[in-house]
């Protein structure tokens, strides 16, 4: 990556951190200034943009339950809303052409239609990072709107085939074959330790799998989230992600660096640009009472809807196909370019307001909600708990069993991962599903007796949020929460939190004072 582009993205990235904005909107603004000033991208960028999303495809599949996929919500709510919305562009584009639009006018229903099919996607790359930040790619709505990105993805692979006529080699049948080398694959995870060999390891079938679907005529980044979600239910899944994460955000930047460089927009295309954002809310409610209609939670609609509620980079492929063909002017190639820039960043700021949403229109969004619950949204509840810990990753389950050694059956532990509760609960734990930020959870719930509350969440502004939801549902005991760094421990004591423990400094006085019994004792 040339320095030029580092530099830019620096700079804007750290300006937009600073007025608390997600940084990708600092990258996306700094490829169209670059783009400005003239700067040409170098076929680098383009290499890095294609690595961060070849990554991307594998991390989540490292994170992805295929039976997620199966789900009737899923699948049929992807189907639906797609038809929904490529019959609402299509009508549209065809009245505006009666009206002789510019850029309109020349289209006729076929074109309009596939117009509508572009803009039906949402986009991966943009909500995974939403998603990731907010720690809620576990949660009942990050599931629901993961699986209905890969049903997208599977959509357009077959689009693409149809679309170029590149039918797939009668090798591809051979890709079955994946099946019988699992556990040949998740050996190599294994045997490939804790250091640098685990990340090198991620690359290689990361980009292994998609040479391999290449190869056999399917679009590689599928085989990039196919090798990944062979290794979902590895022990080492989520080690091998974590270190792959840093990478992978960085070589993102280059695919929002690579937007920006599609093509200088005219004062016309921003505002026709603009124009089509303006489409997001409807497409939001489309999302919200197709899942609401399958009986999904309103919450679980509103937050799914929501995240999914932008364009995709992938709507850019088709759009370029139509342009190859000359269904489409060139310039629909630029503006469909600043829509789905100007998606992410409609996206990236209301989703940081997506709980506080939630709460404010609480009532009004359960109106919609079916009087039938889904099984997975049937909670249990804590009987006679005296302290509760929220999230059961590695230091809120050591709090759990530490705490369940002193008072037994007093302690629940909960977590919004359905996976990792029944692993515990296999463990003979004492543990609920249930998302903490979910403000119907603690209004439905019995805290009178509860006297500690403890949020082993790595999220400052989930455990600020969460604080706030107890104290509205009428939590009177006490909270605690855990921190990575001194000023985000003061935060969050500013906040109200009774009692902030710093695990990086803490954790090392812990260890002190019991290897201190060895010689005491």
């Known amino acids: 990556m040339e320095f030029i582009w580092v530099l830019f993205a620096f700079i804007c990235g750290l300006g937009v951190k600073i007025l608390k904005l997600p940084p990708l909107i600092g990258f996306l603004a700094a490829g169209f200034f670059l783009n400005y000033v003239g700067i040409k991208p170098a076929e680098s960028l383009d290499a890095l943009a294609d690595l961060g999303i070849t990554l991307l495809l594998f991390t989540i599949g490292l994170k992805l339950n295929i039976k997620d996929l199966l789900k009737r919500e899923v699948w049929l709510g992807t189907g639906a809303h797609m038809l929904a919305w490529t019959a609402f562009i299509c009508f549209l584009v065809i009245a505006l052409g009666s009206l002789s639009l510019a850029y309109f006018a020349a289209l006729d229903w076929q074109v309009a239609a596939m117009l509508g099919f572009a803009l039906s996607f949402s986009s991966t790359v943009c909500i995974v990072k939403l998603l990731e930040e907010a720690g809620e790619m576990k949660t009942r709505h990050g599931k629901v709107a993961i699986g209905v990105l890969v049903m997208q993805d599977i959509l357009a692979v077959l689009f693409l085939v149809m679309a170029t006529g590149k039918v797939p080699s009668i090798f591809a049948l051979g890709l079955f074959g994946l099946l019988l080398i699992k556990p040949l694959i998740k050996h190599l995870v294994q045997q490939s330790g804790h250091g640098e060999l685990l990340p090198l390891t991620g690359f290689f079938l990361a980009l292994g799998g998609y040479e391999l679907f290449e190869l056999v005529g399917i679009k590689g980044d599928l085989g990039a989230l196919v090798m990944g979600l062979l290794l979902s239910n590895h022990a080492k899944a989520a080690e091998l992600n974590k270190a792959l994460l840093s990478f992978k955000d960085l070589f993102l930047i280059g695919f929002f660096l690579s937007i920006g460089f599609t093509a200088l927009p005219t004062l016309e295309m921003i505002g026709l640009a603009l124009l089509l954002c303006l489409l997001l809310p409807i497409k939001f409610l ?21 995240a999914l509620s932008n364009f995709s980079e992938f709507g850019l492929i088709v759009v370029a196909l139509c342009v190859d063909n000359s269904w489409l002017p060139k310039e629909w190639l630029v503006i469909l370019a600043l829509a789905v820039s100007f998606s992410f960043v409609f996206t990236s700021v209301l989703y940081r307001y997506a709980h506080q949403g939630y709460s404010k229109y609480q009532r009004k969004i359960k109106h919609f909600e079916s009087r039938q619950r889904l099984p997975e949204d049937v909670y249990l509840q804590p009987l006679e708990a005296r302290v509760l810990v929220v999230g059961l990753g590695r230091v809120g389950k050591g709090a759990f069993l530490a705490l369940a050694d002193v008072l037994g059956e007093k302690v629940w532990g909960m977590d919004a991962d359905r996976d990792r509760i029944e692993r515990q609960k296999k463990q ?84 002190a004072e019991e290897s201190l019994l060895l010689i005491n004792g």
């Open 286 to 306: 489309m999302f919200f009472f197709v899942f609401t209609g399958l009986r999904l939670r309103g919450r679980t609609a509103y937050l799914a809807g929501l």
């Open 428 to 511: 003979g734990m004492q543990v609920m599903l249930g998302d903490a930020e979910d403000a119907d959870l603690w209004d439905n719930m019995d805290l009178s007796a509860m006297e500690l509350i403890l949020l082993a969440l790595p999220s400052v502004e989930d455990i600020r949020h969460i604080h706030d939801q107890l104290r509205n549902a009428g939590y009177k005991g006490q909270l605690a929460a855990i921190a990575r760094y001194e000023d985000e421990r003061q935060e969050l004591l500013e906040h109200g939190i009774d009692h902030v423990f710093n695990f990086y400094t803490e954790a090392g006085t812990g260890f």
